[in-house]
């Protein structure tokens, strides 16, 4: 008998021919994440992939915390693996359920069969059957519920037999890696966050660009997007943040420029810096948090207008969705609790007090003129300090 996790995908069924350029990538994504767990085996069968360790105390609870955070991973359960053999199928079965209605209180429960390999001698409904009725002569307080029980046991019979009461679900999406590499521009807030994990979902690597207007915005400001940057890397892998100081920039803005047009130049500049470091990596696109109307610099006009001050595409994820529905996804992926700590940002030290909602792309264009955009992005990229999490 032995313990292991079962872990299940999704989506990568559908991927035909390249099939097996998921599964591998996604193999070698769990392999990375739970290395520090101790010795692992992860091996694929069926499309399915299996996780044993020889190590005595493995923390199985810990890497199955783990795994529900891995792109690509649909569903995980813990699973006790033994031979197709009916007799100890019963033992076994006995031994979970006696230990399952004494951690909880379960009064109900069905069984629920698949049988792959068909030269096992019961049919489904037969193991069904007789495997619940075993239970029941043993456990005379439990009840069978068919249509709402308080806990399934799960009998797969496969060349080995496979027994669980849990399939807890993961984050789905694809194997980071498997995508290209996207540059986030992440900020200390609530949205942002949630772009680049909506962005990551999908088998994208991410690298975070953050812009630091120190002494306006302080340390803590930045442990802040650290911080941030840290619960991102546990979904995707590997992060590389790059700290750009921006205090110059604004002030040559804010010094320059008609005031009611510093947000949306200032904007522009976080693009093209932005777009900088993602050419330099390779990144085939720029991130953001922005939703449309959410401020008066994202409004379709102030869109336009950044957005024209680049040519790679600037994936937008959280277009259409409304505050409430980000907060939701920052909740539930850990990221809200940090974004709303109270410190300064970036956008809010030179804040127009009334930002054009409208503004022209003619007028922008005009108005950086004055500004020497070469010199102020070359030495902002030079003091860029890079940080890999
Ligand atoms: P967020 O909650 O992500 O900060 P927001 O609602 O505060 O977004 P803005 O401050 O207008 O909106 O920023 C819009 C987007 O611009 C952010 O989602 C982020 O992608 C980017 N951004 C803003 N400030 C910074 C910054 N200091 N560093 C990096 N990116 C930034
Ligand atoms: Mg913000």
Known sequence: MD???LVRYEEIFLKGLNKHIFENKLIKNI????????????????SRIYIESPDADFDIKEAIFI?????GIASVSPVIRIKSDYEMIKKTSLSMVGELIERKSHKTFKVETKRGNKSFPMNSPQICADLGGYILSNFPQLKVDVHNPDFILYVEIRENTYLYSEIIPSVKGLPTGTGGLA??????????????WMVAKRGV???AVYFHSYPYTSDRAKDKVIKLAEYLAEYCMNITLHVVPFTE???????KCPHEYITIIMRRYMMMIAEKIAEKSGSLALVTGEAIGQV??????????TENAVSLPVYRPLIGMDKNEVIDIAKRIGTFETSILPYEDCCTVFVAKHPVIKPSLQKTLEYEKVLNT???INNALIKTEVIRL
């Not at 540059?183 to 680049?196: E, F, K, M, N, R």
């Not at 008066?296 to 207008?305: K, P, R, W």
């Open 205 to 207: 690597e991410l690298e």
């Open 31 to 46: 392999r990375q994440k739970l290395a520090g767990l101790g010795n692992t085996k992860v091996t694929k069968s069926q």
């Open 67 to 71: 795994l529900t955070k891995i792109f």
């Open 374 to 376: 070469e010199n102020l």
């Open 3 to 5: 313990k292991i996790i």
């Open 183 to 196: 540059t986030l521009l992440l900020s200390g807030g609530i949205d942002s966050p949630v772009a680049g």
């Open 296 to 305: 008066a610099s994202q409004t379709m006009e102030s869109m336009l207008v």
């Open 249 to 255: 920039i604004q002030t040559a803005i804010n010094e």
